[in-house]
Every structure is written in structure tokens, then in C-alpha cells.
Nanobody
Framework: QVQLVESGGGLVQAGGSLRLSCAAS????????MAWFRQAPGKEREFVAG????????YYADSVTGRFTISRDNAKNTVYLLLNSLKPEDTAVYYC????????????????WGQGTQVTVSS
């Protein structure tokens, strides 16, 4: 079992940056693949970025490649998402998720979810 709590969201102007954090409880955090998803109003929840348990493998959605960076610190039980060059279309609730089944972009493989943090990008 793992519990996830996101933080770091907020309101930012287009072109700005934010860093999201996801703090996990539980001693087995390092065994989980971690990911960030986002959901905009009226849209499906979509994969944004994921990282395997060692941090050596990362996936990104095409829409954020080159702008967002995912990382993790297993000693701190925390995963991060650095959001650079933000665009209004990045506005969404961002969710942290954990998977015991390995790194994947498929949201149904993630069994643990945080409550989400709102990111709003103004034009």
C-alpha cells in the first residue's frame, strides 16, 4: 500500500514554470513505477510522464516532451515533475500515481492515486 500527496500546483503565466511534488508513504516506494497524469475539464485523464523504480527509464507524452521533466528521490519517497515553458493548454488537475506492475502509460495499471493538484496557466 502507498498513499500519495501532491503539492506545488498554482497559477502561472504562459512561459512560466512550476515544480510539482508527490510525497509517498510506505517503505516500498522504491519498488513502484511512478507517473503523473492530468485531467482538464471535460477531458479524459491523460498520461503526462512516468519513471521506473530506479529512475533510469522515463516516458513522456509528446505534448510535454522537452518541456517537462520527471524525477524521483527514493530516499525521500518523493517524485517530482518540473514544468517549464507552460502553455494555457497545460491547465489541468495533475495527479500522481503509483504502479506495482512496472512503467506504463496506461492509467489502468496504476493502482494508487493522489488527490491531485491544480495547475492553471494564464495567457
Amino acid at each position: 500500500q502507498v498513499q500519495l500527496v501532491e503539492s506545488g500546483g498554482g497559477l502561472v503565466q504562459a512561459g512560466g514554470s512550476l515544480r510539482l511534488s508527490c510525497a509517498a508513504s510506505g517503505r516500498t516506494f522504491s519498488s513502484y513505477a511512478m507517473a503523473w497524469f492530468r485531467q482538464a475539464p471535460g477531458k479524459e485523464r491523460e498520461f503526462v510522464a512516468g519513471i521506473n523504480w530506479t529512475g533510469g527509464r522515463k516516458y513522456y507524452a509528446d505534448s510535454v516532451t522537452g518541456r517537462f521533466t520527471i524525477s524521483r528521490d527514493n530516499a525521500k519517497n518523493t517524485v517530482y515533475l518540473l514544468l517549464n515553458s507552460l502553455k494555457p493548454e497545460d491547465t489541468a488537475v495533475y495527479y500522481c500515481a503509483a504502479s506495482s506492475k512496472g512503467l506504463t502509460t496506461w492509467r489502468h495499471e496504476y493502482g494508487f492515486w493522489g488527490q491531485g493538484t491544480q495547475v492553471t496557466v494564464s495567457s
